[in-house]
């Protein structure tokens, strides 16, 4: 008896060892796996709001990646539809804040399977073709300027804060991939709110 009681923590800690020795090389393994591509969201680079002869535009780049899942259901023939909304708000003490401007823009991206094009159309009425995924998403991701407000829409000389956001649009996705969109962390594609500062010329 006296024998088995002193053994017992040595082979504990044998078979501890020789499950440590098997078992650690396989979870190396199961890290060192490529994981699956996903969408961790938007990132606004950089965004500028500069006064033209013809209005207010907006200047931004946006840094995202397409899951895998996208990727697919665009080859499938499913538009992805994305959207960019800024508004302009200006603080008064004696009421609420005033909204100045509230625009939204929306960019869809497809792919035809007979001609082999991306198409990408900018708020409905600019068409643009590529011939790969890397140059649409270009468009997408440094678009141009966006013209978000006429001439005297703003009140030169006043401060405004402005709110910039930018994502996929989760109400356009194909009811087929709604449920799964939802629930998906690889279908959330959307950016924080990006808040900034801009002086009305």
């Known amino acids: 008896m006296r024998n088995l009681l002193s053994t017992g923590p040595q082979v504990t800690r044998r078979l501890f060892r020789r499950l440590t020795a098997v078992l650690l090389p396989l979870l190396l393994m199961l890290a060192l796996l490529p994981q699956p591509a996903r969408a961790e969201g938007i990132e606004i680079r950089r965004a500028l709001v500069e006064a033209t002869d013809d209005g207010y535009r907006l200047s931004a780049t946006y840094g995202f990646e397409l899951s895998h899942e996208m990727e697919e259901a665009l080859q499938y023939g499913r538009t992805l539809y994305f959207y960019t909304e800024i508004e302009f708000t200006r603080p008064r003490?004696?009421?609420?804040?005033e909204k100045a401007i509230t625009a939204r823009q929306p960019v869809t991206l497809s792919y035809n399977v007979l001609t082999r094009q991306y198409n990408v159309a900018v708020g409905g009425s600019v068409h643009q073709s590529f011939s790969s995924l890397d140059d649409a998403l270009f468009l997408i991701r440094r678009p141009n300027r966006w013209l978000v407000a006429p001439r005297g829409a703003l009140k030169a000389g006043?401060?405004?804060n402005v709110k910039l956001s930018m994502?996929?649009?989760?109400?356009?996705?194909?009811k087929p991939l709604k449920v799964n969109a939802l629930n998906n962390s690889e279908w959330r594609l959307v950016s924080d709110k990006k808040s900034f500062l801009y002086k009305a010329e």
């Open 158 to 160: 006043e401060t405004y």
């Open 167 to 174: 994502g996929l649009d989760p109400n356009y996705v194909p």
């Open 93 to 97: 003490w004696y009421w609420f804040d």
